[in-house]
């Protein structure tokens, strides 16, 4: 689409280290939502951090954009162009914002300004970031609705006018219009009813495909994991426990969490109904060792006690569990 | 296409429903000042008047006819803008009213567009900084303000900047000068459209006291409902959408959250013009404003019915038109109501 | 228990209108409109079956479960509630030679809408609600939260007693051990305990009818399955009968002996489970199958053939088929309209207009739903598009009944539609094909 970006080859954005603490001015109330998540996204792949809740999943894509509460901490290094997005200044990091990295959400009735028409968020985004003339903006933004499908007669429209699935579509263009290296996608299909749920995900693929973009995909359900993702991150109590191709984790799960949770879902084929045993971490005093413990079948007497070590199948296949440390 | 359209229907439709509204307004004024026991003609004449005088002031007002000609006689006045003669000076009502409505008028729009600039100014700024000092100060504002009675605030403010330092007039309108050639009966506007720069300081020299005291007064519910309306607006998602579109801070608190925030409080104006009126009555004869309240007081002594009734009407009209209005504002800045 | 009371709720032509609300004015117009929320649906749920009500957003399901507990007014139709075959022919014949007196009479008897009736059941049917947060006071504790209702109702003699009800109902829910739970808030718990704690507050009262509205939706992925199989123990213990209202398929099959499959305020097809499943007959639920997301990368490529569009506004119905403008398999007959139209010219204007015509590109039109024509006001790019689009075959194009060409006015009618019904006796789903 974008003539003006180069063709070659883009870096990858990588997370390394990353811990993320919210209410860390508060002792007691200290919230370890991500600890020493490490993570490459390549160019043009579709990853997803799938995990429950307190998992951590909305919290790291929520660093990335620097869009965490006040009173968080992070600590490590994201990583776009040499940068470190984490100690960019505000001003720096908002050019990134819907440039090179942008986000879409869960909610999309909620995300777009009631009192403005679709193209005065067009405009606004494009005058944000660019200089282009009102001509090109216009020009620009038609191309990109035409994308996802929204007829350019509704250009002018207020978002009240369009619905559910509409709206999600609109978001999308308005992420995508820059050509984004990577399109956040926090359960973005969540609140879609199956049907579209289903075009959004179709959409998500061509589109990213077409603007040669990578997707950070977000969310809790293992069936749009499936559907779109390349590689396949799981998250449980705030750490990585397993991570590897979609086929990988799909077909040859390790970690006795990814196998519960894969077992769990309930789908056309599933004859009976399976679960993982008790409850949610607390993430205010994280369970020792592996967070994973207290509900683990094949829990051990050193599970309790200390994180394991990554144990690594294949380049991309890796968990960590002590089960399989040698 | 379909835009204009809609928002055409919406404000004529809202100025058909005007009609009823205040038909039912004047109905309610005529029941009061004529169904209400006693004789207007008796109460204005005194008890012991002789009936041949009674009768003739009854005819002289219309009150010998039945009800139902009288309520016609009435609205068909009000339709063609005559609002009866007063009693005591047999001059058309709205010749006398029209002066003080315009001097009250004059009091309340810098009154009310101080109070709404101040309330929506601190009240933003408060919200912006949720839970710091400053937020609290904004909320103490709020209620303070309320606290204090309208006319203790007056006479402190005359105290203070009119006797102790000196600085403005502390009563009247325009002092011992000629006042400007009436042309919207403004005078700050009439100075100004004649050219006379003089005249416009007067005026607002004199202006500047009555309408601060009133201004700050009402400002208090306006910073309470800006604070409000803003901080809910900037937990809506499409406020976290825009920053994450990277849109500066400063456009997004000013056209995502200042203008939604806006629509509630413009609700409430509306609302608040009728007690912002009378907060006016108030601050008139603190200041010895030659408005409707010294006039609607010396109506009553004197016991000039049609001038009371004259006076409420247009009080009536006027909150009418004024709602009307807000409705039209609404319709205009938010797309959601139009059809 | 009469025991041959073997139908425990039978839905006759339930229909729940919404007033839209509108300025006054354009109600003196054009007079009130309505939301079809629910239009005109019949089914029936036997004793101890699991009934499943499956819909998309929009589609009335919830709607459905709110009247059949009076926290929602039907605008028409009734609710029999333990009646038999024979109960059952005596109203419908007593309705079809029109006699109102015994109707009455048998209303009386046996409908939820009496409100005799339903204050009678009240603890007879209870209700599970989607979001375990919102349905719980926060200021209760897990005990006083199940105690509640069994006070208010009067379960047990002695308050020795009724506490004991509570403990062996905690531990029916798997809320144990019971000391470690019975004096926490809701904050204290997770969403699957609370969601325990709402089936405890419910099973306390001892119910024959449970309505279960999206039960697990609001939970995670890896405690789905075990609150649905407490819900299936709890079934089987105290012999239930269950209306599961879903937005999804897998779990209803899993769990269901018979589903409803409602779209936009109708039920579209209704069986069987298994033979719904296996052979499914209404375009929609097929459609809906293959939506479904597999959790296996592998069906990634597996033919989805989406359906296109989303549910419509309720306000501004499809006439016909309500599914046909969506429909796969939908030919000329099944409703095709103006608004048809319309849409399919918008979807196309990138075609129709060469790409630098951007700016004008709209166009005029005067949609006339009673007669079904759309007036489109001379666009010779759009008329030239439409006069090589009428002679293909697609079922749009084969429902339009004559076009008129008058000065700057094309004038497009189509035929009059028609709805399919589904009988219940005859055909599972409402579909002119089946």
């Given at each position: 689409?974008?003539?003006?970006q180069?063709?070659g080859?883009?870096?990858?954005?990588?997370?390394?280290n990353?811990?993320?603490?919210?209410?860390?001015e508060?002792?007691?109330?200290?919230?370890?939502a991500?600890?020493d998540?490490?993570?490459?996204i390549?160019?043009?792949?579709?990853?997803s951090?799938?995990?429950?809740s307190?998992s951590?999943?909305?919290?790291?894509?929520?660093?990335?954009?620097?869009l965490?509460?006040?009173?968080?901490?992070?600590?490590g290094?994201i990583?776009?162009?040499?940068?470190?997005?984490?100690?960019l200044p505000?001003?720096?990091i908002r050019?990134?914002?819907g440039?090179?990295?942008?986000?879409i959400?869960?909610?999309?009735?909620?995300?777009?300004?009631?009192?403005?028409t679709?193209?005065q968020?067009?405009?606004e985004?494009?005058?944000?970031?660019?200089d282009?003339?009102?001509?090109?903006?216009?020009?620009?933004?038609?191309?990109?609705?035409?994308d996802?499908?929204?007829?350019?007669?509704?250009?002018?429209?207020y978002p009240?006018?369009f619905?559910?699935?509409m709206?999600?579509?609109?978001?999308?263009?308005?992420a995508?219009?820059?050509?984004?290296?990577?399109?956040?996608?926090?359960?973005?299909?969540?609140s879609?009813d199956?049907?579209?749920?289903s075009?959004?995900?179709?959409l998500l693929r061509?589109?990213?495909?077409?603007?040669?973009?990578?997707?950070?995909?977000?969310?809790h359900n293992?069936?749009?994991?499936?559907?779109?993702?390349?590689?396949?991150?799981?998250l449980?109590?705030?750490?990585?426990v397993?991570?590897?191709?979609?086929?990988e984790?799909f077909?040859?799960?390790k970690?006795?969490?990814?196998?519960?949770l894969?077992n769990s879902?309930?789908?056309?084929?599933?004859?009976?109904?399976?679960?993982?045993?008790g409850t949610?971490?607390?993430?205010?005093?994280?369970?020792?060792?592996c967070?994973?413990?207290?509900?683990?079948?094949?829990?051990?007497?050193?599970c309790k006690k200390?994180?394991?070590?990554?144990?690594?199948?294949?380049?991309?296949?890796?968990?960590?569990?002590?089960?399989?440390?040698? | 296409?379909?835009?204009?359209?809609?928002?055409?229907?919406y404000?004529?439709?809202?100025?058909?429903?005007?009609?009823?509204?205040v038909?039912i307004?004047?109905?309610i004024v005529?029941l009061i000042m004529?169904?209400?026991?006693?004789?207007?003609?008796?109460a204005?004449?005194?008890a012991?008047?002789?009936?041949s005088q009674?009768?003739?002031?009854?005819?002289?007002?219309?009150l010998?006819k039945?009800?139902?000609?009288q309520?016609?006689?009435y609205i068909?006045?009000?339709?063609?803008?005559?609002?009866?003669k007063s009693?005591?000076?047999?001059?058309?009502m709205?010749?006398?009213?029209?002066?003080?409505?315009?001097?009250?008028?004059?009091?309340?729009?810098?009154?009310?567009?101080?109070?709404?600039g101040l309330?929506v100014?601190?009240?933003?700024?408060?919200?912006?900084?949720?839970?710091?000092?400053?937020?609290?100060?904004?909320?103490l504002?709020g209620?303070?303000i309320?606290a204090?009675?309208i006319?203790?605030?007056?006479?402190?403010?005359q105290?203070?900047?009119?006797?102790?330092?000196g600085?403005?007039p502390?009563?009247?309108r325009?002092?011992a000068?000629a006042?400007?050639?009436?042309?919207t009966?403004?005078?700050?506007?009439?100075?100004?459209?004649?050219g006379?720069?003089?005249?416009?300081?007067v005026a607002?020299?004199?202006l500047?006291?009555?309408?601060?005291?009133?201004?700050?007064y009402i400002s208090?519910?306006f910073?309470?409902?800006?604070?409000t309306?803003m901080?809910?607006?900037?937990?809506?998602d499409?406020?976290e959408?825009?920053?994450?579109?990277?849109?500066?801070?400063?456009?997004?608190?000013?056209?995502y959250?200042?203008?939604?925030?806006?629509?509630?409080?413009?609700?409430?104006?509306?609302?608040?013009?009728?007690?912002?009126?009378?907060?006016a009555?108030?601050t008139?004869?603190?200041?010895?404003?030659p408005g409707?309240?010294?006039?609607?007081v010396s109506?009553?002594?004197?016991?000039?019915?049609p001038?009371?009734?004259?006076?409420?009407?247009?009080?009536?009209?006027?909150?009418?038109s004024?709602?009307?209005?807000?409705d039209i504002?609404i319709g205009?800045?938010?797309?959601?109501?139009?059809? | 228990?009469?025991e041959?009371?073997?139908?425990?709720?039978?839905?006759k032509?339930?229909?729940?209108?919404?007033p839209?609300?509108e300025?006054?004015?354009k109600?003196l117009?054009?007079?009130?409109e309505y939301?079809?929320?629910?239009?005109?649906?019949?089914?029936?749920?036997?004793k101890?079956?699991?009934?499943?009500?499956?819909?998309?957003?929009?589609?009335g399901k919830?709607t459905v479960?709110?009247n059949?507990?009076?926290l929602?007014?039907p605008?028409e139709?009734?609710?029999?509630?333990?009646?038999?075959?024979?109960i059952?022919?005596?109203?419908?014949?007593?309705?079809?030679?029109?006699?109102k007196?015994?109707?009455?009479k048998?209303?009386?008897k046996h409908?939820l809408?009496?409100r005799?009736?339903?204050?009678?059941l009240?603890?007879?049917?209870?209700?599970?609600?989607q979001?375990?947060?919102?349905?719980?006071?926060?200021?209760?504790?897990?005990?006083?939260?199940i105690?509640?209702?069994a006070?208010?109702?009067?379960?047990g003699d002695?308050?020795e007693?009724r506490k004991q009800?509570?403990y062996n109902?905690?531990?029916?829910?798997g809320?144990?051990p019971?000391?470690r739970?019975?004096?926490?808030?809701p904050?204290?718990l997770?969403?699957?305990?609370?969601?325990r704690?709402?089936i405890?507050?419910?099973m306390?009262?001892?119910?024959?009818?449970?309505?279960?509205?999206?039960?697990v939706?609001?939970?995670d992925?890896?405690?789905?399955?075990?609150?649905?199989n407490?819900?299936m123990k709890l079934?089987?213990e105290?012999?239930?009968?269950i209306?599961?209202?879903?937005?999804?398929l897998?779990?209803?099959k899993?769990?269901?002996?018979?589903?409803?499959?409602?779209?936009l305020?109708?039920?579209?097809e209704?069986?069987?489970?298994?033979?719904?499943?296996?052979?499914?007959?209404?375009?929609?639920t097929?459609?809906?199958m293959?939506?479904i997301p597999?959790?296996?990368?592998r069906?990634?490529?597996?033919?989805k053939?989406l359906?296109?569009?989303?549910?419509?506004d309720?306000?501004d119905m499809?006439?016909?088929c309500r599914y046909?403008?969506?429909?796969l398999e939908a030919?000329?007959k099944?409703?095709?309209?103006?608004r048809?139209?319309?849409?399919?010219?918008?979807n196309?204007?990138?075609?129709i207009?060469?790409e630098e015509?951007?700016?004008e590109m709209?166009?005029?039109f005067?949609?006339?739903?009673?007669?079904?024509?759309?007036?489109?006001?001379?666009?010779?790019?759009?008329?030239?598009?439409?006069?090589?689009?009428?002679?293909?075959?697609?079922?749009?194009m084969?429902?339009?009944?004559?076009t008129n060409?008058?000065q700057?006015?094309?004038t497009?009618k189509f035929?009059?539609p028609?709805?399919p019904?589904?009988k219940e006796?005859?055909?599972r789903a409402?579909c002119?094909?089946?």
């Amino acid at each position: 689409m974008n003539t003006e970006q180069e063709t070659g080859e883009k870096p990858n954005i990588s997370i390394k280290n990353l811990d993320i603490t919210y209410n860390y001015e508060n002792d007691s109330e200290e919230v370890k939502a991500a600890r020493d998540i490490n993570l490459d996204i390549k160019n043009g792949e579709i990853v997803s951090l799938v995990g429950e809740s307190g998992s951590g999943k909305s919290t790291i894509g929520s660093s990335i954009l620097n869009l965490l509460p006040k009173d968080t901490l992070t600590r490590g290094k994201i990583q776009l162009d040499g940068k470190n997005l984490l100690e960019l200044p505000e001003n720096d990091i908002r050019e990134i914002r819907g440039k090179d990295i942008s986000k879409i959400f869960q909610d999309p009735m909620g995300r777009l300004n009631p009192l403005m028409t679709v193209e005065q968020h067009f405009i606004e985004l494009l005058n944000e970031h660019t200089d282009f003339g009102k001509e090109k903006a216009i020009e620009k933004s038609i191309d990109a609705l035409n994308d996802v499908g929204i007829p350019p007669n509704r250009f002018e429209d207020y978002p009240h006018e369009f619905s559910g699935g509409m709206r999600q579509r609109i978001m999308i263009a308005l992420a995508l219009v820059l050509n984004p290296r990577i399109l956040i996608a926090d359960e973005a299909t969540t609140s879609l009813d199956v049907v579209v749920q289903s075009q959004i995900l179709n959409l998500l693929r061509d589109v990213t495909e077409k603007y040669n973009t990578s997707i950070l995909n977000i969310t809790h359900n293992l069936g749009v994991v499936a559907e779109i993702s390349d590689r396949v991150v799981v998250l449980y109590g705030g750490k990585v426990v397993e991570k590897g191709s979609a086929e990988e984790i799909f077909h040859k799960p390790k970690h006795p969490y990814t196998k519960g949770l894969i077992n769990s879902v309930i789908g056309l084929d599933t004859e009976e109904l399976e679960w993982v045993e008790g409850t949610p971490p607390d993430l205010v005093n994280p369970p020792s060792g592996c967070p994973f413990h207290p509900r683990c079948p094949q829990v051990m007497e050193k599970c309790k006690k200390q994180f394991p070590e990554q144990t690594g199948f294949n380049d991309s296949h890796k968990t960590w569990c002590h089960l399989y440390e040698s | 296409m379909a835009e204009g359209r809609g928002l055409a229907s919406y404000i004529l439709t809202r100025l058909i429903l005007a009609v009823p509204t205040v038909l039912i307004l004047l109905t309610i004024v005529f029941l009061i000042m004529r169904v209400a026991p006693g004789d207007p003609a008796q109460a204005m004449l005194g008890a012991k008047a002789p009936p041949s005088q009674l009768e003739l002031l009854r005819e002289h007002m219309g009150l010998n006819k039945p009800l139902y000609m009288q309520y016609i006689d009435y609205i068909f006045g009000v339709v063609q803008g005559d609002l009866g003669k007063s009693f005591q000076f047999n001059t058309p009502m709205w010749e006398l009213i029209k002066p003080r409505l315009m001097a009250t008028l004059e009091l309340v729009l810098y009154g009310f567009t101080l109070a709404v600039g101040l309330g929506v100014l601190l009240g933003k700024e408060s919200a912006k900084r949720e839970g710091s000092w400053g937020d609290f100060l904004g909320d103490l504002y709020g209620i303070a303000i309320y606290a204090f009675p309208i006319f203790w605030v007056g006479i402190m403010a005359q105290l203070i900047f009119g006797i102790e330092l000196g600085w403005l007039p502390t009563s009247g309108r325009f002092g011992a000068m000629a006042p400007p050639q009436t042309i919207t009966g403004l005078y700050t506007i009439d100075s100004l459209l004649q050219g006379q720069i003089d005249k416009f300081i007067v005026a607002i020299k004199h202006l500047i006291l009555p309408a601060t005291v009133l201004g700050v007064y009402i400002s208090g519910i306006f910073t309470r409902i800006t604070r409000t309306n803003m901080l809910q607006t900037l937990k809506e998602d499409y406020i976290e959408a825009a920053e994450a579109r990277g849109i500066k801070e400063k456009l997004v608190v000013n056209r995502y959250a200042l203008k939604n925030a806006l629509l509630p409080l413009i609700t409430i104006m509306g609302l608040q013009f009728a007690l912002t009126l009378a907060g006016a009555v108030l601050t008139e004869v603190t200041f010895n404003w030659p408005g409707m309240a010294d006039f609607i007081v010396s109506m009553a002594i004197e016991r000039d019915y049609p001038a009371v009734q004259a006076t409420v009407t247009v009080f009536a009209i006027l909150v009418a038109s004024v709602s009307v209005l807000i409705d039209i504002v609404i319709g205009v800045l938010d797309p959601r109501i139009r059809f | 228990m009469n025991e041959k009371r073997n139908i425990k709720l039978w839905v006759k032509n339930l229909k729940k209108y919404y007033p839209t609300i509108e300025n006054p004015l354009k109600k003196l117009i054009k007079g009130q409109e309505y939301v079809k929320a629910v239009d005109d649906i019949s089914f029936e749920i036997k004793k101890g079956e699991v009934f499943g009500l499956v819909g998309e957003s929009g589609s009335g399901k919830t709607t459905v479960g709110e009247n059949l507990l009076m926290l929602q007014k039907p605008t028409e139709g009734q609710l029999y509630y333990e009646i038999n075959e024979e109960i059952k022919k005596e109203i419908l014949e007593a309705e079809k030679n029109g006699n109102k007196e015994k109707i009455n009479k048998l209303n009386k008897k046996h409908s939820l809408r009496k409100r005799k009736n339903l204050r009678k059941l009240r603890k007879d049917i209870q209700m599970i609600f989607q979001d375990p947060s919102a349905a719980l006071n926060p200021s209760m504790t897990v005990f006083e939260s199940i105690l509640h209702p069994a006070k208010i109702h009067k379960i047990g003699d002695t308050k020795e007693e009724r506490k004991q009800k509570v403990y062996n109902m905690m531990e029916e829910v798997g809320l144990t051990p019971v000391e470690r739970f019975k004096d926490k808030y809701p904050r204290d718990l997770s969403g699957g305990e609370r969601q325990r704690v709402i089936i405890a507050r419910a099973m306390i009262l001892e119910p024959t009818f449970l309505v279960a509205d999206e039960p697990v939706a609001m939970l995670d992925m890896s405690i789905r399955s075990k609150i649905l199989n407490l819900l299936m123990k709890l079934k089987e213990e105290f012999g239930l009968t269950i209306l599961f209202i879903t937005h999804d398929l897998a779990t209803a099959k899993l769990i269901c002996n018979r589903i409803g499959i409602m779209y936009l305020g109708k039920i579209m097809e209704l069986g069987k489970t298994k033979e719904i499943f296996e052979n499914p007959k209404h375009p929609y639920t097929k459609s809906l199958m293959r939506a479904i997301p597999r959790a296996d990368p592998r069906e990634r490529e597996r033919d989805k053939n989406l359906p296109e569009g989303e549910i419509p506004d309720p306000i501004d119905m499809p006439q016909g088929c309500r599914y046909h403008p969506r429909c796969l398999e939908a030919t000329s007959k099944c409703g095709w309209g103006p608004r048809d139209l319309k849409e399919h010219i918008e979807n196309n204007l990138l075609k129709i207009y060469d790409e630098e015509e951007i700016e004008e590109m709209e166009f005029n039109f005067k949609e006339d739903k009673e007669n079904n024509k759309l007036e489109i006001h001379d666009k010779k790019e759009i008329c030239n598009y439409l006069e090589k689009k009428k002679k293909e075959d697609t079922p749009l194009m084969n429902a339009i009944k004559e076009t008129n060409k008058n000065q700057n006015k094309l004038t497009i009618k189509f035929k009059k539609p028609k709805e399919p019904k589904r009988k219940e006796t005859e055909t599972r789903a409402a579909c002119f094909y089946n």
